[in-house]
């Protein structure tokens, strides 16, 4: 779980070859289950690149899908850099959203309120929610030994167990069978892009693409500059590197842990945003549909960068997109083959990362100096 | 009297029907963490096993041979969590999400690719399933009170794999503590390097537990669609293998107790069931999300030592380089 930059590969090699490689087998080993299907892998890929970038609508929801998997992606990133492990984007996401839709529940009860103004407060209590339902795993790793991994992966099921009952029992909205709750105010739907776009002159199709797209990338720049421009990040990626070390400097690495996985549980939180406030306008279950799971692929393939997250999360968007454009117009092709691809990817960009490292090490390897007269 | 006896006992009996696939998940991972191999990736194996399962008994209408497919493609997958986490020395965990991430998504393509029925596969009835099996004397005995209804209704009339998955529970005991290679299986995971000194190879070892862990998830995939259920639907695992997982840490990953924890997620599962909108004296409706929720805080509170302590073999987790 290096993040980040290779030990002993040139940056290109290890920022833009590795990945590529990756990607190359995941596709590979996609286009065998196509054609192991009996269908034609490469009428298959063009039907995925149409389905996402052939049209402004594919477009749009390809950035639709992208925005909650940066922030996914952001927040398995984050946690990696202090040596974690964060298993819990999901559950983390779906607390979240809890914290989005109770905030706009109340705001909407008191009549509602613009959504400029909404909009910090429904961002701070999706990642202070998110943040909390990942800072207490948190914290029984740093305080009480239990295992990151371990507990975060229960917290996603106890997650998916309060949200049923929650949304079945108190926030349902009376007089209906599906457990979904009222509808909020619409002052505080936040601005779809095709509107934004069409104030400015600019006709684009309508798709659920909105502003949260803007703060994800937002995020991304903040995620950065936290990380590599702050006193706080280089403590945080010492503990990452070396736990002894931060201590012997004089960090807390018990503390770190905790603000590290609050930090990246706060930002899977803010899945709520784009799906909740952005498009669904109402809390109901699972709106974060496996986007905090899929953001482990995106943390992997994007090498833990923010510049790599965006690349990867519009390449996962794009995916999502076109697997289901695929699926419509090839029956026999279900979307999960989506899955199957992020699968291939967390295991060659994640487990099986040092398979490729050294051969391209051996290839790229400055050639040794040849051995100039010592004596 | 008699109609408690007989709820109590077909709660008991479909307890220890829910309970098999976890034990036989149980133990896969009992095997593999004791090894020092952490495995997340035993639902995807089950998963996969499943699928299998299904599929080839469909094909062939013997569930022997879903049996076997089933537990080929688990291997399968065992061995491609060998090459990541024992060859290339890959992060365990990683490898397993990868695992879980590809079995959903290609049981669920493969599934519509081949029975166009939305990721599930056709209905498998009579031969096609493992039947359940009725003990020899269960009709003579159900006339005596207490121990007959018991003999009948609890121990006789399972499918042959409840019974090899309470099986391997002794089996499992045994090998792991009677035998020369358990001895050594439990050694690789607590302390790799004393075994290589002695000359022992780390790799094979942590291969071959790796492979059992593998053997044994398939046998619960199966049970799961060809035994169990009649055939597969998508996901159908369901979070069982991390269920699985809970009740190997809250039995100290030992193969006893973890069968009581089995034994106990089964009885919260079936008791759930059963309470489904029924009041209880003096509780009232009892929530099922809190008794679906139940296995997971108790995991959480036992890793966490607010519940006694579960403490992990030491080197799982941790590849092992050869070379320092």
């Known amino acids: 779980m290096s993040a980040g930059g290779g030990d002993e590969l040139p940056r290109w090699v290890s920022l833009a070859l590795l990945p590529a490689i990756n990607i190359a087998c995941a596709l590979l080993a996609s286009g065998l289950v196509i054609l192991a299907i009996g269908e034609d892998p490469l009428a298959a890929l063009g039907y995925l690149v149409t389905g996402a970038l052939g049209s402004a609508t594919g477009i749009g929801y390809t950035l639709y899908y992208a925005t909650s998997l940066i922030f996914t992606g952001l927040a398995v990133a984050l946690a990696f850099h202090a ?8 559950g983390q996401a779906y607390i979240g959203g809890l914290g989005v839709g109770l905030c706009c529940l109340v705001l909407s009860a008191v009549g509602g309120v613009p959504w400029w103004l909404a909009l910090p407060i429904t961002i701070l209590a999706g990642a202070v929610f998110g943040g909390a339902w ?101 403590a945080l990626r010492t503990v990452g590197a070396n736990e002894h070390a931060a201590h012997y400097a004089g960090v807390s690495p018990r503390r770190m842990v905790v603000l590290a996985m609050a930090a ?52 996962f968007g794009a995916l999502y997109q076109g697997g289901s454009e695929l699926s419509f117009e090839v029956q026999t092709i279900s979307p999960e083959l989506v899955v199957v691809i992020q699968g291939v990817v967390i295991l060659f960009a994640g487990a099986l990362e040092h398979m490729f490292k050294p051969a391209l090490a051996r290839l790229f390897r400055p050639a040794p100096k040849p051995a100039t007269g010592v004596a | 009297m008699d109609e408690a006896l007989l709820l109590l006992l077909s709660t008991l009996d479909s307890t220890v029907r829910l309970a098999a696939p976890l034990v036989l998940a149980a133990l896969a991972g009992f095997f593999s963490e004791r090894a020092g191999v952490v495995d997340i990736g035993l639902e995807g194996k089950m998963l996969a096993g499943a699928f299998a399962a299904a599929a080839a008994a469909t094909a062939t209408g013997s569930p022997w041979v879903g049996l076997l497919a089933a537990i080929g493609t688990s291997l399968a997958l065992a061995l491609v969590h060998g090459f990541a986490c024992i060859t290339h020395r890959g992060n365990q965990v990683v490898s397993g999400v990868a695992i879980n991430t590809i079995a959903l998504g290609l049981t669920a393509v493969i599934a519509n690719a081949w029975f ?29 009170p207490l121990i007959g209804p018991i003999y009948a209704e609890l121990i006789s009339g399972h499918n042959l ?19 020369r290679f358990g001895l050594r299986l439990r050694a690789v995971g607590e302390n790799p390097a004393a075994v290589d000194t002695a000359g022992i190879g780390v790799e094979s070892l942590r291969y071959k537990a790796v492979l059992i862990a593998g053997l044994l998830c398939g046998i619960a995939g199966a049970y799961l669609a060809t035994a169990q259920g009649a055939g597969f639907q998508e996901n159908m695992t369901a979070g069982k293998g991390f269920l699985a997982l809970a009740a ?22 079936a008791l759930q069931a059963r309470l489904q909108g029924v009041e209880v004296p003096g509780i009232g409706q009892v929530p099922v999300q809190l008794i679906e929720a139940l296995p997971y805080v108790l995991t959480v509170l036992l ?16 590849p092992y380089v050869k070379d320092r």
């Open chain 1, 83 to 90: 040596g974690l492990f964060n298993i819990g984007g999901e």
């Open chain 1, 134 to 234: 990942a800072a207490v795993p948190g914290w029984l790793q740093a305080y009480r030994g239990s295992h990151i991994v371990i507990t975060t992966i229960m917290f996603n099921f106890i997650a998916s167990a309060l949200m049923a009952y929650l949304m079945v029992n108190v926030l349902i909205k009376p007089g209906q069978m599906s457990p979904e709750s009222r509808e909020f105010d619409p002052s505080l739907f936040l601005p779809m892009m095709h509107e934004m776009l069409g104030g400015l002159g600019i006709e684009v199709e309508q798709t659920p693409l909105n502003l949260t797209f803007l703060l994800a990338l937002l995020a991304c720049a903040l995620v950065w500059f936290l990380v590599w421009h702050t006193r706080w990040g280089f």
């Open chain 1, 264 to 315: 990246s549980g706060a930002l899977a939180g803010l899945v709520g945003i784009n799906e909740l406030q952005g498009v669904q306008h109402k809390l109901l279950l699972n709106f974060q549909a496996g986007m905090g799971f899929t953001g482990i692929a995106v943390a992997l393939m994007g090498r833990a960068h923010p510049v790599g997250i965006v690349l990867s999360a519009l390449l």
């Open chain 2, 116 to 144: 166009q029925m939305g990721g599930r596969t056709p209905a498998l009835d009579g031969p096609q399933r493992f039947g359940e099996i009725t003990l020899p004397l269960a009709g003579a005995l159900s006339g005596i």
């Open chain 2, 161 to 179: 794999l409840v019974y090899a998955a309470f099986a391997a529970v002794p089996l499992a005991a045994w090998v792991a503590y009677g035998t």
């Open chain 2, 248 to 269: 190997l840490i809250l039995g100290k990953w030992k193969p006893w107790p973890t069968l009581a924890a089995c034994l106990l997620f089964a009885f919260a599962d």
């Open chain 2, 303 to 318: 890793l966490a030592g607010f519940v006694g302590r579960a403490i992990p073999p030491k080197a799982s987790g941790m």
